[in-house]
């Protein structure tokens, strides 16, 4: 029906593709097209949410992940983790038949006070015991995307609930279901970042970028795989959407060389090489093009392509998390310093997201347990 997002740069995004170019929206009239704060909305706008129910068959949601995240510095009490609770207000005004909520594996775990032990209940169970408390059927599993055709080693927590039914039969279903529908896109065993990619490599060629000509931008490769004719589907021009590369340093370009000729594909560069290049950073990993790729994070260059000396283009981070081609990406590219916290970037857009083709499957599944 419509979609609430904070942020003017992932909502251009949305706008672009989902209300202009699909229109697979039925917007109500009383909510402006544009970018809101779910918390405005919920106190602008509760009685006409209150007047949905009935009407409405699935709300889904997937509150910032950065304080839950282990990966990062996982602050108990960072503002965004109480978004939580503002998705179970829309449950509780909405009251749809079913809803879906995704994120991080550090959601089920709390928070340690210091050096003791974890004292503090899990996200994960509060919000399973207040939606139960709202009369849901709630279960929730640990999901990774690489086996869903998602070429990413990406785990996420999953928690489905139905109004009436029973929430368990999503994960069996999913799974059942998982064989069928990929066969249906020409998909069969996992694939690997090299399938998924290949097609998009700077050897292929390169023009000016037609949003700056200060960037060169790739061009399309023949198809080499199931996989990229399946996200180049409907696709007739030439050059692919945001795939423009990175301006390096020589001299990263040339460390980017050494790594790729010394260090093991897809695992973190060990910390004598660090050390040796007065590196900071936490993470780079060199990509292994046999495998999955390492989850995406918001950040490019934690991650360096496997053949050529450079970043990943957003065209390829897309690719990764299954964004078929014709979804085209909006605003700047990235941001730095404080403006990370509130700026959503196109890498931050991309690296945010449930896998599409994940997501796809898992509508397919759930409208027919509401329809059952």
Request: contains cysteine; positive net charge; proline residues 5%.
């Amino acid at each position: 029906m419509f979609a609430v997002e904070k942020s003017e740069m992932a909502f251009e995004t949305l706008k672009y593709n989902l209300i202009e170019k699909k229109n697979i929206f039925d917007w109500p009239p009383w909510l402006p097209i544009a970018a809101h704060d779910i918390a405005d909305v919920l106190k602008l706008y509760k009685s006409e949410l209150k007047n949905l129910r009935g009407k409405v068959e699935l709300v889904t949601g997937g509150p910032p992940c950065q304080g839950f995240s282990l990966a990062g510095k996982r602050d108990e009490k960072d503002e965004r983790n109480s978004l939580v609770n503002l998705y179970v207000e829309i449950v509780s005004l909405v009251r749809p038949s079913a809803l879906f909520f995704e994120n991080v594996k550090g959601f089920t775990v709390g928070f340690k006070d210091g050096a003791h032990e974890s004292r503090n209940e899990a996200y994960s169970d509060s919000v399973s015991r207040e939606l139960q408390d709202l009369g849901y059927d709630v279960n929730s599993d640990e999901i990774n995307f690489s086996d869903f055709g998602v070429p990413q080693r990406r785990k996420r927590f999953i928690l489905v609930g139905m109004l009436v039914g029973d929430s368990k039969k999503f994960f069996e279903k999913i799974v059942e279901a998982k064989r069928g529908f990929l066969k249906e896109k020409s998909l069969e065993g996992n694939v690997t970042l090299e399938e998924a990619i290949s097609d998009l490599e700077r050897k292929h060629g390169e023009v000016d970028s037609p949003e700056s000509s200060v960037f060169k931008q790739g061009i399309y490769g023949k198809m080499e795989s199931a996989y990229q004719k399946l996200m180049r589907k409907d696709i007739n021009k030439n050059l692919p959407d945001s795939h423009r590369f990175t301006n390096h340093r020589k001299k990263t370009a040339e460390r980017f060389e050494y790594f790729l000729e010394k260090c093991p594909k897809g695992m973190r560069i060990d910390r004598n090489i660090k050390v040796r290049f007065n590196l900071k950073k936490d993470s780079i990993i060199p990509l292994d093009p046999e495998k999955a790729c390492p989850t995406l994070t918001t950040l490019p260059d934690d991650y360096i392509h496997y053949s050529e000396p450079r970043i990943l283009t957003v065209r390829e981070y897309a690719r990764i998390q299954s964004f078929y081609d014709w979804f085209e990406f909006k605003s700047n590219y990235t941001t730095g310093g404080k403006r990370r916290k509130t700026e959503v970037p196109r890498y931050s857009q991309v690296g945010n997201a449930v896998p599409p083709i994940f997501a796809e499957l898992s509508g397919v599944i759930l409208k027919r347990m509401i329809d059952d």
